[in-house]
Protein backbone atom coordinates (compact mmCIF):
# COMPACT_ATOMS: atom_id res chain seq x y z
CA UNK A 1 0.00 0.00 0.00
CA UNK A 2 1.17 3.32 -0.87
CA UNK A 3 1.77 5.92 1.77
CA UNK A 4 3.14 9.21 2.09
CA UNK A 5 4.25 10.48 5.72
CA UNK A 6 4.66 14.05 6.92
CA UNK A 7 6.80 14.87 10.33
CA UNK A 8 8.26 17.88 11.22
CA UNK A 9 5.24 19.88 12.43
CA UNK A 10 4.97 21.30 15.98
CA UNK A 11 5.09 24.57 17.52
CA UNK A 12 7.54 27.63 17.02
CA UNK A 13 7.77 31.47 18.06
CA UNK A 14 7.42 33.89 15.11
CA UNK A 15 9.86 34.07 13.14
CA UNK A 16 11.56 30.24 13.91
CA UNK A 17 12.25 28.04 11.45
CA UNK A 18 10.85 24.24 10.53
CA UNK A 19 11.40 21.56 8.21
CA UNK A 20 8.84 19.77 7.02
CA UNK A 21 9.72 15.80 5.57
CA UNK A 22 7.16 14.04 3.04
CA UNK A 23 8.18 10.33 2.86
CA UNK A 24 7.13 8.25 0.31
CA UNK A 25 6.72 4.40 0.53
CA UNK A 26 6.31 1.72 -2.46
CA UNK A 27 6.06 4.26 -4.83
CA UNK A 28 8.23 5.35 -7.91
CA UNK A 29 8.67 8.73 -6.55
CA UNK A 30 10.74 10.34 -9.18
CA UNK A 31 7.83 10.41 -11.34
CA UNK A 32 5.35 12.17 -9.11
CA UNK A 33 5.13 15.61 -8.52
CA UNK A 34 4.55 16.72 -5.37
CA UNK A 35 2.66 19.94 -3.38
CA UNK A 36 2.53 21.16 0.25
CA UNK A 37 -0.59 22.05 1.03
CA UNK A 38 -2.01 23.78 4.46
CA UNK A 39 -5.50 24.29 5.88
CA UNK A 40 -5.83 26.69 8.36
CA UNK A 41 -8.99 26.52 11.21
CA UNK A 42 -11.80 27.64 9.32
CA UNK A 43 -10.34 28.16 5.56
CA UNK A 44 -10.15 26.23 2.43
CA UNK A 45 -7.33 24.33 2.00
CA UNK A 46 -4.55 26.21 -0.02
CA UNK A 47 -1.54 24.82 -2.10
CA UNK A 48 1.52 26.31 -0.56
CA UNK A 49 4.50 24.96 -2.67
CA UNK A 50 4.51 22.75 -5.57
CA UNK A 51 8.03 20.69 -7.45
CA UNK A 52 7.61 19.41 -10.75
CA UNK A 53 9.40 15.50 -11.55
CA UNK A 54 12.19 17.83 -12.98
CA UNK A 55 12.46 19.97 -9.91
CA UNK A 56 10.62 23.14 -11.07
CA UNK A 57 9.00 24.94 -8.10
CA UNK A 58 6.21 27.32 -7.45
CA UNK A 59 4.98 29.27 -4.63
CA UNK A 60 1.63 30.72 -3.04
CA UNK A 61 2.97 34.70 -2.98
CA UNK A 62 2.64 35.03 0.65
CA UNK A 63 5.37 32.11 1.60
CA UNK A 64 7.42 33.35 -1.51
CA UNK A 65 10.81 34.10 -0.10
CA UNK A 66 10.52 32.56 3.31
CA UNK A 67 9.60 28.51 2.13
CA UNK A 68 11.74 26.07 -0.17
CA UNK A 69 10.75 23.07 -1.33
CA UNK A 70 12.64 20.52 -2.22
CA UNK A 71 12.87 16.62 -3.10
CA UNK A 72 15.52 13.88 -2.92
CA UNK A 73 14.36 10.92 -4.80
CA UNK A 74 17.15 8.62 -3.62
CA UNK A 75 15.30 9.08 -0.30
CA UNK A 76 11.76 9.40 -1.36
CA UNK A 77 11.20 12.55 0.37
CA UNK A 78 10.32 16.20 -0.44
CA UNK A 79 11.28 18.42 1.70
CA UNK A 80 9.70 22.02 3.17
CA UNK A 81 11.78 24.33 5.05
CA UNK A 82 10.28 27.06 6.27
CA UNK A 83 11.92 29.96 7.42
CA UNK A 84 10.59 33.22 9.39
CA UNK A 85 7.95 31.51 10.20
CA UNK A 86 4.50 33.92 10.62
CA UNK A 87 1.23 33.19 13.30
CA UNK A 88 -0.89 33.11 9.84
CA UNK A 89 1.63 30.18 8.53
CA UNK A 90 -0.37 28.25 11.10
CA UNK A 91 -2.08 25.17 9.95
CA UNK A 92 -2.34 21.34 8.98
CA UNK A 93 0.29 20.77 6.29
CA UNK A 94 -0.03 17.93 4.28
CA UNK A 95 2.12 16.32 0.96
CA UNK A 96 0.11 14.97 -1.91
CA UNK A 97 1.87 12.99 -4.65
CA UNK A 98 0.41 13.25 -8.03
CA UNK A 99 0.76 11.89 -11.60
CA UNK A 100 -0.81 11.36 -14.74
CA UNK A 101 -2.57 7.81 -13.39
CA UNK A 102 -1.78 8.37 -9.83
CA UNK A 103 -2.67 11.05 -6.60
CA UNK A 104 -1.69 10.05 -3.13
CA UNK A 105 -2.16 12.02 0.34
CA UNK A 106 -0.90 11.79 3.51
CA UNK A 107 -2.10 12.31 6.84
CA UNK A 108 -0.75 15.58 7.55
CA UNK A 109 1.87 17.20 9.86
CA UNK A 110 0.26 20.35 12.14
CA UNK A 111 2.23 23.46 12.49
CA UNK A 112 1.53 26.27 15.04
CA UNK A 113 3.43 29.29 14.97
CA UNK A 114 2.83 31.86 18.15
CA UNK A 115 3.15 35.79 18.82
Known amino acids: QVRLVESGGGLVQAGGSLRLSCVASRITFSIYAVGWYRQAPGKERELVAH???????NYTDSVKGRFTISRDNAKNTVYLQMNSLKPEDTAVYSCNAHSTFADYWGQGTRVTVSS
Open 51 to 57: ISTRGIT
